[in-house]
C-alpha cells in the first residue's frame, strides 16, 4: 500500500462481479440478494505524519452454502473444566466469557447468562494457549463464532464496555482482508443501521504494520473514533506470537484534551501495556468523528465482523464487561495467562509502544 499523504483519503478497489450477503441475527448467508454493502469506513489522525483512511462500498461474493474448510490440527474434544485464568476472569464479573476451547458446534458462556455462541463456516482446528488451554484456530477464509444480540454487549447499555481476548495471528498478513486490515471481532455485522464497535488488526505489509485497533462507530458505521496500539520495525507483532488485547469504551465522562459535543473516549492495552492517548489526541476521543454508540441488533462476531474479512489464527478467552476492567486486573489476567507481568511501555517517539 502506497503512503497516504495528510488529509488525502484512500478508497480500495473494488472487486468486480460480487454481492453483499444479507444476514439476520443467527443465520450465516442467504441467496439471492445482490447488493453492495457500505463498509465500515474509519479514519484517526496519527502522529506526523498524519494518515487517513476509510472504506466507502465493499462488495462481498455470493455463495449458497457456509464452507466447511478446517485447518490442518487436531479437532479432539477438550476438558469441560475451568482453568485458573478462566476462574480469574469469572471474578471480575463478565457480563459474557467464552473460553473458545472448541470440540463441538458451540462455544458456551461462562458467566451462564446463556449467551451461547455458534461456529459458522466450519468447524475450526485446536491448538493451545500459554497456559497450555484448548483454543480454536480459525482458519481465515470462512471460519468464526457467532452469538446473538444482547444489550450487555452493546456500550450503550452501561455507557461503558469492556472487551478482553487473546489472539494469536497465524500469518503477517491476512488474505481475506479489507485494503491491508482485519475486523476480527465485534458488533456491526450488516453496517448500516445497527452498526456499533470492531477490534481490527492491520497487516505487517501496510504502513501501519501489525497495528491494533479498538473502533467505536454510529449506527450507520462511516468514519470511526479508535485507539490504537503500534510497534515498528522488528519490533511490530509478528506471526505466531499470542497477546493479550483489551479495548475499553466509556460515554460517561469527557477524557482530557477531548472536545465535545460527543461525551467519552476509548482506551486500549497489549500484553497489558497502555496505549498513550495523550501522544494521539483527539484520536480516542468519540467526538473525534462525533460518534453517539447505541445498541442495534447486531449479531456479536469472533474471527470476522461483517463476513468479508477473516481472521486467520487463534482467539480464546474472549470476555466482555458492561464496566471498565481496571489497569490492575488487565495486568493480573496477564499474569494469570503468562506467569509473567507486563513489561513495555508506549512512551517512545510519537506514542509508539514496545514490549519488554
Not at 499474569?335 to 519488554?356: E, K, N, V, W
Request: some cysteine; aromatic content about 8%.
Amino acid at each position: 500500500m502506497p503512503p497516504r499523504t495528510p488529509g488525502s483519503p484512500f478508497t480500495p478497489k473494488r472487486s468486480s462481479g460480487a454481492t453483499r450477503h444479507l444476514r439476520t441475527a443467527i443465520a450465516t448467508v442467504c441467496v439471492g440478494a445482490s447488493l453492495i454493502a457500505p463498509a465500515i469506513a474509519t479514519a484517526h489522525a496519527d502522529s506526523a505524519p498524519v494518515h487517513r483512511e476509510f472504506t466507502k462500498f465493499r462488495p462481498r461474493p455470493t455463495t449458497t452454502t457456509a464452507p466447511t474448510t478446517t485447518a490442518p490440527t487436531t479437532t479432539a474434544s477438550a476438558p469441560s473444566t475451568l482453568s485458573a485464568y478462566d476462574k480469574a476472569v469469572l471474578v471480575d464479573a463478565p457480563a459474557a466469557y467464552w473460553v473458545m476451547r472448541g470440540g463441538g458446534g458451540t462455544e458456551t458462556d461462562q458467566t451462564g447468562r446463556g449467551l451461547t455462541g455458534a461456529y459458522r463456516g466450519g468447524t475450526p482446528a485446536v491448538s493451545t494457549m500459554p497456559n497450555s488451554d484448548p483454543v480454536v484456530v480459525f482458519n481465515g477464509s470462512s471460519q468464526y463464532l457467532q452469538v446473538p444480540s444482547k444489550n450487555v454487549l452493546s456500550i450503550s447499555t452501561t455507557g461503558k464496555l469492556t472487551f478482553e481476548a487473546w489472539i494469536r495471528p497465524d500469518v503477517a498478513n491476512f488474505p481475506s482482508n479489507l485494503s491491508g486490515y482485519v475486523d476480527w471481532m465485534g458488533k456491526c455485522a450488516n453496517y448500516s443501521p445497527d452498526c456499533e464497535w470492531a477490534a481490527r488488526m492491520y497487516n505487517q505489509s501496510t504502513d501501519r504494520p501489525s497495528r491494533i485497533s479498538a473502533y467505536a462507530f454510529n449506527p450507520g458505521a462511516g468514519l470511526g473514533a479508535g485507539a490504537y496500539w503500534q510497534q515498528y520495525g522488528t519490533s511490530a507483532i509478528k506471526a505466531g506470537q499470542w497477546h493479550q488485547v483489551v479495548g475499553q469504551y466509556q460515554i460517561v465522562t469527557q477524557p482530557s484534551g477531548c472536545s465535545g459535543p460527543q461525551i467519552g473516549g476509548i482506551n486500549i492495552w497489549v500484553d497489558g501495556v497502555k496505549w498513550n492517548m495523550a501522544s494521539h489526541l483527539p484520536t480516542g476521543c468519540m467526538s473525534q468523528y462525533g460518534i453517539t454508540p447505541t445498541a442495534g441488533g447486531s449479531v456479536f462476531n469472533i474471527g470476522t465482523v461483517a463476513l468479508d474479512s477473516f481472521f486467520k489464527g487463534a482467539i480464546g478467552k474472549v470476555a466482555i464487561y458492561d464496566s471498565l476492567l481496571p489497569e490492575s486486573r488487565i495486568a493480573d489476567h496477564f499474569r494469570a495467562m503468562t506467569g509473567r507481568s507486563p513489561a513495555g511501555s508506549c512512551t517512545l517517539s510519537g506514542g509508539t509502544c514496545s514490549l519488554g
